[in-house]
């Protein structure tokens, strides 16, 4: 069955437009409740007879009080008790789940998009998202009719008070024991989003000077001009408070991207280098799973140290399947995911900036010194808007305009379109050693898709 409303992180889009609107979000919860108990009581997590529990958390977006709400209310009639936390991270939320041996979590939240976009995801009941089969699932569920459970067996809601704290002692008990960040000063931006109150107390309770921006939301200004999608403010931050460095977090604090005291940005790729370099230092044995958009110089760079690499479908949910598959404990995307699978179940912005903040302070270098043999290819990235019938990979000009690319390149380089997965984007990316070469294709693509598209 093909996925109608899930794309590759849950459902999103437009607040008020279908699917994000507060009668789909009741269904939703109804459907979803009803199949995910099922799977938590065949997975022994939940027992007949006891009423079921889910967690719900959600960013800071005004839309998510609405939808919120609705989701509770989906719940409660198909006879599931609700755990409300509040504004947390998306991996707040998984390991609350898992920590409270609930039948699932659930994530209000577009993301790194802008406040009039909202979504909703799913954690299973051990902390994992869930795989396309239950999501395909719940799809199923929603095309029946919604039902209600007797007055008696309806479920009940209550909030988590602790939840906050609980995760702050999580994401400190995933940095060594031996090591503290005192010395360090460090600017964490926290986009106005999910991690305001929770990441600034991290980093300062294990010994930094922390100076928090990015961290008075107000329901309409998440993402907006800060966090891992503005990188720009950040620089700047760092730069007028003479840290030492800076942490990037997305609106719900799944993505890091990493700022040096000279103002220059580190992504994905990077950080996830060092990280794996620090980890084989200590003995880990295993590989990395990247994606299709991980650099072909991180590649090469994970070859020269023996480190094997692999690399899955765009989308965080695809690089933990493969790393499952694998089993390898590293991998993630050059857009900031990290995910750790030795710390934690998912990405996690804040767990991935602790195992870079301790890779550096074991080895006393900075994260220029610890990047130093990574030679990193010039990669261009163009996102162009389609329209939602437009199919581009039948138009003879795009495909024409590719091979004509790959031709140029000769071998020393690649080129990669695909879809977004959360918006209706194409994303044409170019790679190569020659960096004007590069930009040219790159530019020469997105021409012909937008003449394409009608966009020109």
């Known amino acids: 069955m093909a996925r109608q409303y899930f794309g590759t992180d849950g459902i999103r889009g437009r607040v008020g437009q279908f699917p994000i609107t507060p009668d789909f979000a009741l269904r939703l919860g109804f459907a979803a409740g009803e199949t995910l108990v099922a799977h938590a009581r065949a997975q022994g997590h939940a027992r007949d007879g006891e009423r079921p529990a889910v967690l719900i958390g959600k960013d800071t977006r005004i839309s998510g009080y609405m939808l ?19 504004p947390l991270p998306t991996p707040a939320v998984a390991y609350l789940t898992r920590a409270l041996r609930l039948a699932a979590g659930v994530v209000i939240s577009a993301s790194h998009n802008p406040f009039d976009d909202n979504g909703i995801k799913f954690f299973g009941a051990g902390g994992f998202k869930l795989p396309d089969a239950v999501e395909e699932e719940i799809e199923a569920r929603l095309h029946e009719p919604m ?18 704290g609980r995760y702050i002692e999580f994401c400190k008990s995933t940095f060594p024991n031996e ?5 360090l000063k460090l600017v964490v931006d926290c986009a ?3 991690a305001y109150h929770v990441a600034p107390k991290v980093f300062h309770e294990l010994g930094a000077e922390v100076v928090a921006v990015g961290a008075a939301p107000d329901g309409l200004n998440i993402n907006a001009g800060v966090g891992a999608t503005a990188p720009a403010h950040l620089k700047d931050q760092v730069v007028e408070h003479r840290a030492d460095l800076g942490i990037a977090l997305d609106g719900d604090a799944d993505r890091l991207l990493v700022v040096d005291a000279n103002g220059r940005l580190f992504d994905g790729d990077e950080l996830l280098y060092v990280i794996a370099r620090h980890q084989q230092l200590h003995g880990a044995s295993g590989g990395l799973v990247g994606t299709l958009m991980s650099n072909l110089g991180f590649e090469q760079a994970l070859g020269r140290l023996g480190i094997g690499f692999a690399r899955a479908k765009v989308g965080d949910r695809y690089v933990l ?3 499952q598959e694998k089993g390898w404990t590293l991998g993630g995307e050059n857009s900031g995911h990290v995910i750790c699978l030795d710390r934690h179940t998912t990405g996690d912005g804040i767990v991935a900036a602790l195992q870079v903040l301790a890779a550096l302070r074991e080895r006393n270098e900075t994260l220029a010194e610890a990047c130093a043999d990574l030679s990193m290819f010039p990669q261009k990235l163009i996102n162009v808007r389609l329209g939602a019938d437009f199919d581009w990979r039948a138009d003879k000009g795009i495909c024409a305009a590719t091979e004509q690319a790959e031709r140029i390149l000769n071998g020393a380089g690649r080129v990669l379109l695909r879809p977004s997965g959360t918006e209706p984007l194409l994303r044409v990316m170019v790679e190569g050693s020659d960096g004007a070469l590069v930009l040219a294709q790159a530019e020469a693509i997105a021409a012909v898709v937008r003449l394409a598209a009608g966009q020109a």
């Open 68 to 86: 919120e709400a609705a989701l509770e209310s989906g719940f409660a009639a198909a006879g599931v008790d609700v755990m409300l936390c509040g």
């Open 147 to 164: 039902g209600c459970r007797d007055s008696a067996q309806l479920g009940r809601a209550r909030r988590v008070d602790d939840a906050a």
């Open 179 to 183: 090591l503290d960040l005192r010395g």
């Open 192 to 194: 106005h989003g999910a």
């Open 321 to 323: 399947e493969l790393m």
